[in-house]
C-alpha cells in the first residue's frame, strides 16, 4: 500500500466521520445535562431532507443549512416538551422520533417532488463545495508534508472544519465556562443546581437546542456535501453509531473525535475492499466490511469495551421540590 493510498483513506475517514462526529457532540450536550437522546438519528434524518429540499427550491446551499438546524431543532423541541416539560420517558421520546422522522421526509418528499421519496439532484450553489486552504496548490510537491496538508487537510467542504473545530469549543464550553459547570452539574445533581438558583429546565432545554443545532449541521452535510440530495432513510443508522461513539468516549469530547474517527475509518476501509484483501492476502466479503461500524456498534452497546459511567441523572425527569 503506497502513501498516496493511505492518504486517500485517510481522507475518506474525515469524511465519513464528519456527520458522526457532529451527532456524537450532539449527544454529549444533550447526555451531560441528564437527557438520553436516542433520537440523535431522527434529527439527522429530517434535516438532510429538510436541508436538501431547501438547497433544491432555492438554489442556496446556505438556505438548504438553516432549514435543516430549523427541522432538527424542532424535533428537539419536541423532544424536550415530552421529557422535560412532561417527564415523559426519554428513550420512547427519542424513538418516537426517529419513527416521525423516517415516515415524514419520504411523505414529504414524495408529495414535493414525485421522485420516490427523493429529491433531485443538487448541483452549483445547491451543494457545500471543497476548501482549498492557502498554498495547498504550491506546497504539493514538498516531500511528505506537501501531500499531506494537500490531499488530507485540504479539500473538504468548510462543514468538515466546523465539525473538528467544534471539539475544542466543546471542550473549552463545558470545563472552562460557567455554562458548562452547570450544564454538567444539571447531569449529575440537578437539585443542587435547582437549590443554587439556576433552572434546571432552562439549562436542559438549552442542552437538547444545542443539540438539535449540531444534528442539524450533520444532516444538512450529509444531503449537501457528503451526497448531492436526499434518498431514503440516508443516516443509514449513523445516530445509533454517534451513541455507540459517545458511550466508547465515555462523554468526552477529545475521546469522541479520536472515537468517530475509528467508525469512520471502518466506513473508510470498507469502500475500499481492494486494500484489505492486498494488506492480509484473504478475499473478504464486502457485506463483512460494510458491517464492521454496526458490528463495533453493538460491541460497544454490549458493554465489552470497558465500563461507561454516564451522567447520574441521566434519563431521570427533575420534579422540583416545594
Known sequence: ?????????????????????????????????????????????????????????????????????????????????????????????????????????????QDWFRQGGRTPSLTGDGRFGPVTLPFAESLRDVPLLGPIYYELISGHTILVY????????????????????????????????????????????????????????????????????????MSAGRGFIALAALIFAKWRPWYALYSTMLFGFLQAIALRPDLIQTAIGIKVQVQLLDALPYILTVIILAGFVGKAIPPRAGGQPYVKER
Not at 500500500?1 to 450532539?26: E, G, H, K, W, Y
Not at 446551499?61 to 432538527?72: K, M
Not at 440537578?190 to 444534528?215: E, F, W
Open 1 to 109: 500500500m503506497d502513501f498516496l493510498t493511505i492518504l486517500q483513506v485517510l481522507d475518506s475517514t474525515v469524511r465519513l466521520a464528519t456527520p458522526l462526529l457532529l451527532a456524537c457532540l450532539a449527544g454529549l450536550f444533550s447526555e451531560r445535562a441528564g437527557i438520553f437522546d436516542i433520537g440523535l438519528e431522527g434529527k439527522m434524518l429530517i434535516a438532510a431532507f429538510f436541508s436538501a429540499a431547501a438547497a433544491y427550491l432555492t438554489g442556496s446551499v446556505w438556505v438548504g443549512l438553516l432549514a435543516g438546524i430549523a427541522s432538527s431543532m424542532a424535533l428537539s423541541a419536541l423532544h424536550g416538551v415530552a421529557s422535560i416539560t412532561f417527564r415523559g420517558n426519554q428513550l420512547i421520546s427519542g424513538v418516537a422520533i426517529n419513527f416521525l422522522a423516517a415516515g415524514m421526509t419520504v411523505l414529504i418528499a
Open 162 to 233: 466546523v465539525a473538528f473545530l467544534m471539539v475544542p469549543l466543546t471542550w473549552f464550553i463545558l470545563f472552562r465556562t460557567r455554562f458548562g459547570l452547570r450544564l454538567r452539574a444539571v447531569g449529575e445533581n440537578p437539585a443542587a443546581v435547582d437549590t443554587a438558583g439556576v433552572s434546571v429546565v432552562g439549562m436542559r432545554y438549552a442542552a437538547i437546542g444545542i443539540c438539535g443545532i449540531l444534528c442539524g449541521v450533520a444532516g444538512a452535510y450529509l444531503a449537501t456535501a457528503l451526497q448531492a440530495g436526499f434518498v431514503k432513510d
